[in-house]
């Protein structure tokens, strides 16, 4: 060969390297490098929460927005002391079943301990659900009862039979207490109460209730049938 057909021949070698390493830059650039498995999605490293976020996921028991002394208090049925030291208010709801199981249970010993010796008064406050279908019919007529001086009578007999609830229903009982059925009718047929009820499941909404039963004690909330312990953790903290 010839000096001249040898430099042909390296710059031919030359060009030809020069081409295949431009087309492995190409390769490289459109498969992300050369592992050629881009089918194989890479794993998103998982989102970080902010701490206040993971704070507020956590349950915690609602603060009042309100307390006792925000309440309207007149004319509503209670038991206990009118100076009793401290004052609980129940947001209810007569159909609930955990309203019944608070009434089976821890109220029991509320009323021994607290009521009965004095140390705390307990009022009885509206909260029926929407979609508890005889709540509010039910509220409407313990307040027609309280009318005649038979609340906690009425309040009694409802709970005791909760699936027994009709508007017969109801009237039946106030015929077992031998009210005037005269003006227990009226009362209820007209919904006398209907507003009063509202009234006082709006103010529970205020208050921060969102289910039943919720407690007030004097301004610490104390939401769902909960023990007896529960309620006599705060009603002996108030009384210190």
Known sequence: ???????????????GVSGILFVLL??????????????????????????????????KEPEPQLTVDDIDLEGVPFLGEEDAEITMVIYDDFECPFCSRFEQQAWLKIKENYIDTGKAKFYYKHFPLGFHAHAQLAAEASECAHDQGKFWEMHDKIFENQQAMTEEDLKGYAEEFELDMDDFNECLDTHKYAEKVKKSLAEGQKVGVQGTPSVLIEDELVVGAQPFEAFEKVVEKKLE
């Open 26 to 59: 190409l390769i490289s650039i459109f498969t992300h490098g050369f592992g050629f498995g881009g089918d194989t999605p890479t794993a998103a490293a998982p989102a970080d929460v902010p701490k206040e976020d993971k704070k507020d996921a956590e349950p």
């Open 1 to 15: 060969m010839t000096d001249g057909e040898i430099k042909i021949s390296k710059i031919t070698l030359w060009q």
